[in-house]
């Protein structure tokens, strides 16, 4: 068999399951892979060799099967699973070793797959570039020089350099599509409570949305089946079928699918060869069958400021559990400093600067009289965003746009101005506010980096992402990487 | 100037937070155990620890047992509403927030009527919500248990995640003379409410019924005066010792001129009285908001309704209608109101007891016996069954009175069940003919001039030699049998 990490996780999975190859051999041609080339990329925090020859075996023995059965996937490193370090991308985490499995991470080892370890991000999934890892960034394997994206730029760096056919990211404002648009890969955000939230260490907890990412729809898709469905262990998880995605991500054309542009989400600040490949893109849907319109949505220019007040009220209050009393770093305690000092200090050292901007940001929105000109505020944003989502529905089936205004930056070029990061997630935030599902696909090259389309669908229609998707990927096939830097 | 005085020169003005454990098999938001007095943290899991990626999912048995609290407090039921988290740090709460209620409580707006003094006085209810106990913190090494001083502390999440539902009062005002009793008797009445519901152990000394007192007072005719919170006042007795030391303290302040501080006092069993703990003018900001990780709760109409009309009897109504099947007077039940004796005396009377026997015990020793042990009757090593089976042994003639007398204070005392205490004490009536017999002849040999007078005639002076007989048996033998064979023994009749 020829390079076991250049197969699709579908063409990798039917190979063991005829015996052509075994999942301990897809395993270990990963693991050296990983060994290889992630000093130069920096995707993963942890690696966890013994673990994933282990599922590997299983799987070989006939004890675990189905369609992804044996296929190696890279774990989001805020995602629990049992015995194994879960960071967060933080030193807040260090040495924490989870006494549980996420949702999604049961699911994963049950379904068969082999997890290789846990990817960078940045820290509690706050940034669009993985620079704010405590553990250092990550880089774009398109050019060791630029941003992989974020937060979840480990999984996503993990696919375009075939560590890993499959990735899990989380999306909260644009997590798994910006760093897929950025590294020519595909991600998607299902519907808000589609996918389990049980086990995934929470940002902003009516955002946060676990989901796929992989080299190709049809990947993303069998991965979606076996990650999403119903979770009692999560108030908010949905109890309806899970929509046939798979089914969907086989789809040729786009005969009488009606697509909305949204006439918001262009112009200024979207660099000339994004908006180009998007022009281009959305001809080709077109092409494919597909009836376009313009469709505004007024609101969607105020969802980037209602997402900084909302996400980080949430999470000022979600990050409090981090105190140094039972579990993750202590700092100071000497017998001589008090508890509130112990508290305090490990807090100042164990978390990064966008972490306490965040932090302080939703501490003062949640004060009281600050509280309704700021988060009841931007709560009535969101209802108006969804509005919009709504009145799109009654004329078209999907909106599109750029998944994210910039091809992959420069590192460092954005470090110290937080606006400008910020302004990354603006064309994903819409969809978290909302809920409903959405994606980014590869959409071809500017200036030799990739660019994504974003499709957005109506709540628990995550298939007709997938519809289009699909036949997007067959008009216009993902650029491969040159990897020219591998020695 | 007395307490009598405080209450003629200012005008009270009390509210009352009451909080309850509820007595659900799981926690609030996970299915850990509630039981109490388990080795710490044996009873917790990611959720109730609070473990980063963990999430709470409600307990329905806990929303259930709320909604029937409110309705039995006739409370307007939510069609919809929210849990809110409560922010602020503590080691003994994991997440440092706490799953509360904010601005939508469960019930609202209800009222508990209360019997004072043969008076009905009514409570208004402000609301009624639910939330998460926290863990307990133990602190080590000080003096005085508080943190303060102490080197280390040890925190027990055993009851954290424990659902906990708050009643709160409006400002209950025109108390007049009587706040403290006032007081006393909701907490009493919102207990019988509570255990009536079986939604809860409801036991103070235990902490699943725990009471903040908060008082104000004013000159008549003057705006309500700023207001303390006094906690941790955890018995009957210390609700009306709590209020009555508040009205005395800030009747003092306000005399000279000062002003009552807002603040949180905490409340010592001990001495009676309260100690400052923190301001509330600096007050921490909960910042509160919509607990994203819940859903909201809908409760179905249709649901409340068959909860309200499976309500059991409230108690009042109930200890009404058997005070007169029982043919108890007003004035007696009364009483026995003012003893917190009434369910007691009921609950004997169900175990078996003629209702005179038992109005005699509990408003007689055991009243008695709780007051100079400063606790309330309820809580007395003796339960209602155990007096019952003492009045059954005194009417079987097994016990005499003064043999009864000691058999409760062994009861009282922990040395097992009545008829434990009996075998252990050897208290069982002498009633073998001869050996009473044996101690009569005694008697009469040892007190010849005695004998002498009652042959003679003189049948009342009978009674020294009975006497002796029961002196020489410690009180153990029938004395109306004794009486009889003295006579006999003398050969004389009774007229």
Known sequence: MSDLTRLTAAETAAAIRDRSTSAVEVAQAHLDRIARVDGQVHAFLHVDAEGALAQAKRVDAGELTGPLAGV????????????????CGSRILEGWRPPYDATVTRRLKEAGVVILGKTNMDEFAMGSSTEHSAYGPTSNPWDLTRIPGGSGGGSSAALASYQAPLAIGTDTGGSIRQPASVTGTVGVKPTYGGVSRYGLVAFSSSLDQAGPCARTVLDAALLHEVIAG?????????????????????????????????????????????????????????DLGATVTEVSCPHFVYALPAYYLIAPSEASSNLARFDAVRYGLRVGDDGERSLEEVMALTRDIGFGPEVKRR?????????????????????????LITRDFQRAWESVDVLVAPTCPTVAFPLGAKLEDPLAMYRQDVASIPANLYG???????AGLSEGLPVGLQVMAPTLRDDLLYRVGAAFEQACPAPVPSLDWES | ?????????????????????????SKMFCGCATEFGAEPNTQTCPVCLGLPGSLPVVNEKAIESTIRIGLALHCDIAVWCRFARKNYFYPDMPKNFQTSQYDEPLCTDGYLDVLVEGEVVRIPIERVHLEEDTGKTLHVGGATGRIHGASHSLVDYNRAGIPLVEIVTKPVVGTGARPAEVAKAYVAELRDVLRGLGVSDVK???????????????????????????????????????????????????????????????????????????????????????????????????????????????????RARMTAELGLSDLDSQAMVNAGVLDLVLATVAAGAPAAEARNWWLGQLA???????????????????????????????????????????????????DEVVAARGLAVVSDESALTAAVDEAIVGNPDVAEKVRGGKVAAAGALVGAVMKATRGQADAAAVRRIVLERLGVTED
């Not at chain 1, 108030?235 to 995605?245: E, G, L, M, N, Q």
């Not at chain 1, 409903?436 to 590869?442: N, Q, T, V, W």
């Not at chain 2, 606790?375 to 005194?394: C, F, G, M, Q, S």
Request: glycine share 8%.
């Open chain 1, 72 to 87: 190696p996937l890279a774990l989001k490193d805020v995602l629990t699973m049992e015995g194994v370090p879960t960071t």
């Open chain 1, 230 to 286: 119903h979770d009692p262990r999560d108030s908010t998880s949905i109890d309806a079928p899970v929509p046939p995605v798979v089914e969907a991500a086989q789809a040729r054309d786009l005969a009488g699918l009606r697509v909305g542009v949204v006439t918001e989400l262009s112009g200024e600040g979207y660099e000339p060869g994004v908006q180009a490949r998007f022009d281009e893109a959305v001809q080709l849907l077109r």
């Open chain 1, 359 to 383: 932090i302080i940001l939703g501490t003062y929105a949640l004060s009281s009289g600050y509280y309704d000109a700021y988060y009841g505020q931007a709560q009535k944003v969101r209802t």
């Open chain 1, 436 to 442: 409903g599902p959405a994606a980014s696909f590869p």
């Open chain 2, 1 to 25: 100037m007395g307490y009598d005085d405080d209450l003629r020169e200012f005008e009270p003005v009390i509210g009352l937070e009451t909080h309850v454990e509820l007595g659900t098999a």
């Open chain 2, 204 to 318: 103070m000394e235990q902490g699943s019924l725990r009471c903040d007192v908060n008082v104000s007072l004013n000159r008549p005719g003057e705006e309500w005066g700023t207001r303390s919170e006094t906690k941790n006042v955890n018995s009957l007795r210390s609700v009306e010792r709590a209020v009555r030391s508040e009205v005395e303290r800030q009747a003092e302040l306000l005399r000279r001129g000062e002003r009552v501080v807002q603040e949180t006092r905490h409340f010592h069993e001990d001495t009676g009285h309260s100690t400052p703990g923190r301001s509330k003018e600096e007050a921490t900001d909960y910042r509160y908001f919509p607990e994203p990780d819940l859903v909201p709760v809908a409760p179905d109409p249709a649901w409340v309704k068959e909860l309200q009309a499976a309500l059991p009897e409230a108690p009042s109504l109930r």
């Open chain 2, 368 to 418: 008695q016996a709780a007051n100079s042990a400063g606790v309330d009757a309820a809580d007395l090593a003796i339960a209602p069954e155990d007096v019952a089976r003492v009045v059954a042994l005194v009417a079987e003639g097994a016990l005499t009175a003064t043999l009864a007398k000691q058999v409760v204070d062994g009861v009282l005392a922990g040395e097992g069940s009545p």
